[in-house]
């Protein structure tokens, strides 16, 4: 059952809705995530209007995740050549 949970990101809060425990934990672990970084960009940049800093984490969150995806990607190409090689010396024992 979805539960409404309110998070705060730079200051403003925003009602959610979570569809399940792990989902709540994973929407307040990110908002964590979101506000560390532009606590790091102010840090850096003070000057910086909001919105830039707010570009600033989406582009390296979007980064991250491109990185992520193709890194999974290589994993599965990876774990397919090793099951056909195993199939095959299987295979070969018979």
């Not at 964590?32 to 790091?40: D, P, S, V, Y």
């Not at 209007?49 to 991250?64: G, I, Q, R, W, Y």
């Amino acid at each position: 059952m979805a539960q409404s949970i309110k998070i705060k990101i730079a200051g403003t809060e925003y009602p959610l809705m979570a569809n399940t425990p792990e989902m709540e934990q994973f929407i307040r672990l990110a908002a964590e995530e979101i506000n560390a970084m532009l606590g790091k960009y102010d840090a850096r940049f003070p000057d910086k209007p909001l919105v830039d800093k707010l570009a600033f984490v989406t582009l390296n969150e979007t980064v991250a995740k491109i990185t992520a995806q193709r890194r999974l990607a290589e994993v599965k190409e990876e774990v397919t050549a090793l099951c056909a090689d195993t199939e095959a010396y299987l295979k070969g024992k018979e």
